[in-house]
């Protein structure tokens, strides 16, 4: 996927300040066709750009999760011989059963993909034998889906302050493109069919969210 941030103005310091629409339009000087008239705008709008921002992020925080699972497995068998003890049957289910919502919540957010349940162990295969090794496996999958939390924490927060400001539409989000919108009747539309008010506030909901340092 083509890194959107490459696009002439949409770096990091032109993102931090938070441009308006119309402050946007005016940084792009017009360009002429041969009769002297002026062409249309080439490239992202404002709110693409934002979005194709938080799908950048959302690849980063995947990618960092791969790499953490990556190294966790690959250090999970010499881990498992110089473990001791386990945790308590009936907390080892809670926290299996808890990972269920914790991912349908992920996916929810499209940074999980849905997992068959022959990817996960079953609730009757939590025994004494298998309690070390389903000890370490708890730990690991908390570590892994706290990296995604992180992130889906302020998608969920984005998701829900648009959604109480867009009209009669619902937002949810997709990797490729990261935030989506859709119309009443369920239909995708297009992030400059928004109005000039929805469209700023997208702009300076991701901006605070995403884009300013904790505190």
Known sequence: RVNRLDEPCIGWEWFQRS???????????PTFDENGQEEEEEGFTTPEAYSFRVADLMEQTVNEYGALSQQLDRTLPARLVRRTGALPLDTLRERLADFDIRRAALVELALLAPIGE????????????????????????????????????????????????LLNKSVTFARDVGIVVLDHDGSTLPLDKLSSGEQHQLVLLVDLLFHTAPG
């Open 19 to 29: 441009p308006s629409l119309e402050t946007f339009r005016a940084s792009t000087p």
């Open 118 to 165: 022959d990817e996960r162990p079953a609730l009757d295969a939590v025994t004494e034998q298998t309690a070390p090794f389903l000890s370490l496996y708890v730990e690991d999958i908390d570590a892994k889906l706290a990296v995604l939390e992180r992130f889906a924490n302020k998608s969920r927060r984005l998701r829900d302050s648009l959604n109480a400001r």
